[in-house]
């Protein structure tokens, strides 16, 4: 692992355990993976987080490496270990300063975007925080159960496990929380550029093209296709625009060609070209 690659993963480790240890916490905000089930076990049992958070990764990360690739299992060993390291440090900062607040729907969305981003960093750079992650692989691997419907399952029962502890309310900001942290973990991993291509097939490319070209100052590429019904060959046009640019494009093709058809897709990240 490379020096900035490790230091972005204790970063993003850090404002992790921070969002759970000030936000999810105290609140009883319950949004799955070991996380959640330390907070569950620490209501009936009075566990201690950290180290069930731990305890919990640790098993995890051995069924892992029985399980799964050594070396993918690898990316999930330093989050595992520092994540409940800086739980217990956190949890620590937080005796010696009052950082309280008196409202959980703010901690919902507080915790949600902090602990996003601090996955979100730790994932662009193609490590994960191991835990419930490590099973939802199993699951993929063995019995062909998608890594998205595996996540939902997994945290949604420890969710709603949540929810009959803790009661209704709990799992209402918990899904708040989830819902807000997946969103930004798409937009750190994916990016904030959410351009938006155009596939334009048309009757009138040479005045579409100069319209994109003169008026909105954009290069387009022109492609040859052929329609599969009537082998009528025709052109496409493809260009890549800023979102500010979107409705000036749309609105320009409906006035050259009315009956022009068009498909327009969000794009995270561009690169190359002009």
């Not at 900035?4 to 799955?32: C, E, H, M, N, R």
């Not at 989050?79 to 005796?95: E, G």
């Amino acid at each position: 692992m490379k020096i900035k690659t490790f230091l972005i993963v204790i970063i993003g480790t850090f404002l992790s355990a921070l969002a759970f240890t000030i936000f999810f916490s105290p609140y009883d905000i319950v949004i799955g993976g070991v996380g959640g089930i330390a907070i569950i076990l620490r209501d009936l049992f009075e566990f201690n987080e950290s180290l069930t958070v731990l305890i919990l990764s640790l098993i995890l990360y051995l069924i892992g490496i029985i399980f799964l690739d050594r070396k993918e299992i690898l990316k999930t060993f330093v989050a595992s270990i520092l994540f409940p390291l800086f739980i217990y440090l956190t949890s620590l900062l937080l005796t010696k300063i009052d950082l309280s607040i008196d409202n959980r729907l703010l901690a919902s969305i507080s915790g949600g975007t902090l602990f996003g981003f601090g996955l979100g960093i730790i994932y662009k750079e193609g490590y994960t925080t191991g835990g419930i992650d490590i099973v939802t692989k199993i699951l993929n691997k063995y019995f062909n159960i998608s890594f998205g419907v595996g996540t939902l399952i997994l945290d949604g029962i420890v969710t709603i496990s949540g929810a009959f502890i803790f009661g209704f309310e709990t799992l209402i900001y918990s899904i708040i929380a989830i819902l807000i942290y997946s969103n930004i973990i798409d937009k750190v991993t994916l990016g904030l550029l959410n351009n938006r291509s155009f596939n334009i097939i048309t009757s009138y490319p040479d005045e579409v093209k100069k319209f994109i070209i003169d008026e909105l100052h954009h290069g387009v590429t022109i492609l040859n296709g052929k329609g599969a019904y009537t082998d009528e060959k025709k052109s496409i046009l493809f260009v890549v625009i800023p979102k500010r640019d979107y409705y000036k494009l749309k609105e320009g093709i409906k006035k050259i060609d009315s009956k022009a058809f068009f498909v327009v897709s969000s794009n995270y990240e561009v690169g190359g070209g002009k």
